[in-house]
């Protein structure tokens, strides 16, 4: 298969290409700087440019875009970079899935679609919640609409935080708690799903290679943790105690909404579609997954 990528620089984009090369799939990435490698296309998406080629003999195309969202305290300008991030690329992939006739198109978007679930677990068939980051996944979905409506068949990648050894939802939080100043974050009883690295690069491949899978995917493991009991976790995996509580009022002093809507609300999520189609997965639970990270 040839897998056309954008948003191949990040911790998954990179772990995905090898993954996929090493499958046998070959693999072109499309870069914004001016590509310097065989296997390198140039594009632009505020102007829609891509370059001549870039698509032909093209089998799927994999678009994992967007800033991050763990980026300190959101204003109205940060919150419309997270939005550009994610829509207008996906809006200038679509339209040109669906120009070249490309079968294929994997997106990503993220399980803060379901807002804030509390302890009631959703699978793909829930609806959207509320929030700012629901709505833009909402957004980021209804983007790659000129695909689907092309015949393309689309699959909606809600990723749940990653596990790594570098990058993800674990860099921040590893130095801390090898320090001893890892604790919960407001009361620990938020959902906090999460997924290994190597699951979720073969879960892609999976979703690339099972032509009956169409529409959202949870992208996560199927035990989500409350925010407690990742924390104590952690904590185990790197032989420190974790024994100190963030409260809520000062990562809000801290961060603005970004506290509520990423760290003090949570999302238990369970991978429906891929359980039914018989994805195996490595890593199930979260002791092993954090092992595997660190």
Request: proline residues 6%.
């Amino acid at each position: 298969m040839r897998v056309l990528v954008a948003g191949s620089s990040g911790l998954l984009g990179t772990t995905l290409r090898s993954h996929l090369t090493g499958s046998g799939h070959v693999v072109t990435r499309l870069v914004r700087a001016r590509p310097s490698a065989a296997d390198e296309r140039g594009w632009d998406p505020p102007s829609g440019r891509i370059d001549t080629g870039a698509f032909d003999g093209v089998d799927a195309v994999v678009n994992l875009c967007g800033a991050p969202l763990a980026s300190g305290r959101w204003n109205q300008a940060r919150k419309q970079v997270l939005t550009d991030s994610r829509i207008e690329p996906t809006e200038v992939l679509a339209e040109a899935v669906a120009e070249h006739r490309v079968p294929i198109l994997v997106n990503a978007s993220g399980i803060n679609y379901y807002g804030d679930t509390g302890g009631r677990r959703v699978d793909e068939s829930a609806p959207r919640g509320e929030g700012f980051l629901a709505r833009l996944c909402g957004e980021w979905e209804e983007a790659t609409e000129p695909a689907r409506r092309a015949g393309a068949r689309v699959v909606l990648l809600r990723t749940a935080p990653v596990l790594a050894g570098r990058g993800g939802v674990l860099a921040p939080l590893v130095p801390l708690f090898r320090l001893g100043l890892g604790g919960r974050l407001g009361d620990g009883r938020q959902s906090m799903p999460w997924i290994s690295l190597a699951d979720a690069v073969a879960a892609i491949a999976f979703v690339l290679e099972h032509d009956e899978i169409a529409g959202p995917v949870n992208l996560t493991a199927p035990s989500p943790a409350t925010n407690a009991e990742f924390t104590a976790a952690l904590g185990r995996a790197l032989h420190r105690p974790a024994p100190w509580r963030v409260p809520g009022f000062a990562l809000r002093t801290a961060l603005g909404d970004a506290a509520d809507e990423m760290l003090l609300t949570g999302t238990r999520a369970v991978p429906g579609v891929l359980t039914d189609a018989g994805f195996r997965y490595t890593h199930r639970d979260l002791d092993g997954a954090l092992a595997a990270a660190l």
